[in-house]
């Protein structure tokens, strides 16, 4: 049996121009668990029927190149020579960008919050073991750090293999694989996993009194600095908060996430509404917000011709999460003209990191629109309720 485990590369080069498709280049041999409508895992040994009773194996802790670590599947009985088992709950995740970055850290941890709820029953995990293109990674994002401990009540112990020597095999008692983010799940899935994070960050913040429903609005702009920020944020500011004043209990915060501690955030999402803001990582804290919450975006100029899909990601969080984004803006200005034509691919590199200026006609009537619309709802709310709804934060 020992002889009978194959290791190959985490990263299978010969997928490398479908790195996401399918059985993806990461642990390109096996595939995924999916029910309708749910997260797609693997899970070792597997929980199916008539499943795969064998134990994940991994070998190596390359940080720089995939193909230099490697998995294999081996029986209980029958380990690899040397194997060190770890006991518990492991997850194993793959993440094809960036577990700083807010945005693309939470796409990819919280498909096991999904099975943390359902599949998992409510089991926390021992340690988390990282991957970027196959290569291990050791640190995720504080912000998201943080949101993990809340949502599973637990330090995140992140797994280094420290005291493994090289090529040593370490095989696990179970472990939980996600490779494709929140890709198979239901829109109603995604928002009542969001829901559970949201629950759980105001449990950890102390934030779990329900407080009474009113017409008020909270408005809220979160700001960046440097790249994509406001050029004028006093005057965007002075436009909002006009048409922020002509309605009744509507109050106007500016704010600087990077200068909010993680609870603060969670705070100031929970009285927000509202949300402006620039497109940017900043804006993941929208999943904080209580559900139909509007989100308002803005763009340099440049990003609708040549930033692809991606720019989109923060319409399909609100959807996902179960808010409303409201449109975004996208300024026909620049302060670093590009000296190529216009729709020249190499003209990104001069509009990414641009600033924003302003329209103060458009901004006016966007903002009185999406005033009305929000004060609407939230007076209907009023008379339904009582006090805003608070979910207990439990595994469904």
């Known amino acids: 049996l020992r002889r009978s485990v194959t290791f190959l590369p985490l990263k299978d080069l010969r997928y490398s121009n479908k790195a996401l498709v399918g059985h993806t280049w990461f642990m390109s041999s096996l595939y995924d668990i999916q029910e309708e409508g749910e997260v797609q895992y693997q899970q070792f ?24 670590n490697y998995y294999g599947l081996a029986w209980p009985e029958g380990l690899p020579e040397n194997a060190t088992v770890m006991k518990g709950v492991s997850f194993v995740s793959y993440n094809h960008y960036d577990y700083q970055n807010i945005w693309h850290g939470l796409s990819a941890l919280m498909p096991f919050v999904a099975w943390h709820q359902i599949q998992g029953k409510c089991e926390v995990p021992e340690r988390w073991i990282l991957y970027h293109w196959g290569e291990l990674r050791l640190r995720m994002g504080k912000w998201v750090n943080t949101l993990m401990e809340a949502t599973f009540g637990a330090p995140i112990r992140i797994e280094a293999f420290e005291g493994i020597s090289e ?8 472990a939980v694989v996600m ?50 920020s406001f050029r004028n944020e006093t005057t965007v500011a002075e436009i909002f908060g006009k048409e922020c004043a002509k309605v009744a209990g ?27 803001s620039p497109h940017g990582a900043q804006l993941t804290n ?4 209580n559900r139909n919450s509007s989100v308002m975006e803005f763009f340099p100029k440049g990003w609708l011709e040549l930033a692809g899909i991606g720019q989109y990601v923060y319409h399909w969080l609100a959807s996902w999460s179960g808010m ?14 590009c000296p190529y034509s216009p729709n020249d691919r190499r003209c990104m590199s001069f509009y990414k990191g641009g600033t924003i200026g302003y329209n103060r006609t458009y901004f006016s009537e966007w903002a009185k629109s999406v005033l009305n619309e929000v004060k609407m709802r939230k007076i209907e709310e ?15």
């Open 45 to 68: 040994p597997s929980p199916v029927v008539d499943g795969d009773e064998r134990m994940l194996c991994l070998k190596g802790r390359d940080t720089h190149d995939g193909s230099w």
């Open 179 to 228: 490779r494709h983010n929140e890709g198979g799940m239901s829109r109603q899935r995604r928002m009542e996993t969001y829901d559970f994070m949201r629950c759980k960050a105001r449990l950890l913040c102390n934030l779990t009194s329900p407080e009474p429903l009113s017409g008020a609005v909270g408005m809220t702009m979160l700001m960046r600095t440097g790249p994509r």
């Open 324 to 337: 409303k984004h409201q449109g975004a803006w996208r300024d026909p200005n620049s302060t670093l003209p």
């Open 286 to 289: 929208m999943i904080l917000m």
């Open 250 to 276: 509507c109050r106007l915060t500016v704010a600087y996430s990077n200068n909010l501690t993680f609870c603060e955030q969670v705070s100031l999402m929970g009285k927000t509404d509202i949300l402006i």
């Open 167 to 174: 090529g040593q095999p370490v095989c696990f008692e179970k």
């Open 382 to 396: 009023a008379t339904k309720f009582t006090t805003n709804q608070v979910h207990e934060c439990s595994c469904i």
